[in-house]
């Protein structure tokens, strides 16, 4: 009976060990869609001191990353989880890697604006990228989301998003390109237009990252790539054997 105590006891303590970092988690990936938005938003609004702001503020992102690896490794030398446990503690430590370095492109974009808020707006004060941004926001949103429920489901239909997200970012390179051609003295506004937009484009690569880790934590399957055709073909399938 006391075995069976001790044994309850351990386990009610590694759950609340496991929650806690989950939690810890959610709060990191909360931090980096506010420096996400805010760095958007210094573009749009051509807001020097908030680009300047968000670029600073990265170090606190960086921290949670340091901090929420410890806590895995820790539970990884102290609890041995192990199967399903053990797949939610590779899919954090894989997930604060994706959120820290969306951060890294959050503060890139911030310095950017920062420096593009110095010159005169354009006409459409940056409508594409403002719209990319979005998308780009809500991918990493519902991906963020689907790694809280633990919703396989909902990461896949969040990992389709890059696709459009990969659409959004060669249309504006493409326009970047047009307009350097036809006036040269635009060529300084648009590299830096094209900085931001590979930026953003990579932060849909890491968004579509988690999902994958999202996957992998609930199935047991590694779909890094895999094509997202036969990663849905395979969900169905799996939920038709439980059915």
Not at 31 to 49: I, P
Not at 127 to 154: N, P, T, W
Not at 195 to 211: F, M, Q, T, Y
């Amino acid at each position: 009976m006391e075995t069976a105590d001790l044994s309850h006891h351990i386990s009610r303590r590694f759950n609340e060990d496991l929650e806690r970092v989950r939690n810890k988690v959610m709060t990191m990936g909360g931090m980096v869609e506010q420096q996400l938005a805010n760095a958007v938003t210094a573009l749009v609004e051509g807001d020097s001191n908030l680009g300047v702001q968000v670029a600073r503020d990265d170090f606190k992102v960086n921290g949670m990353e340091v901090s929420i690896d410890e806590e895995c490794q820790k539970i990884l030398a102290t609890r041995a989880p192990a199967a399903g446990d053990l797949r939610v503690i590779v899919s954090i430590i894989k997930t604060i890697t994706d959120l820290e370095r969306i951060g890294d492109e959050g503060e890139k974009i911030g310095y950017i604006a920062s420096r593009l808020a110095t010159m005169e707006r354009p006409a459409d004060k940056y409508r594409e990228i403002k719209h990319l941004g979005r998308i780009v926001s809500e991918m990493v949103h519902h991906a963020l989301d689907a790694f809280a429920r633990m919703d396989a489901e909902a990461a896949l239909r969040v990992a389709r998003q890059d696709r459009v997200v990969d659409e959004e970012y060669e249309s504006i390179q493409r326009q970047c390109i047009t307009f350097m051609m036809e006036d040269p003295r635009s060529i300084r506004r648009a590299l830096d237009v094209m900085w931001i937009v590979r930026a953003l484009e990579r932060i849909g690569d890491h968004a579509k990252n988690i999902c994958e880790y999202v996957i992998y934590m609930v199935h047991g399957k590694d779909v890094r790539h895999t094509r997202l055709e036969d990663v849905e073909r395979d969900l169905r399938g799996r939920s038709g054997t439980t059915t």
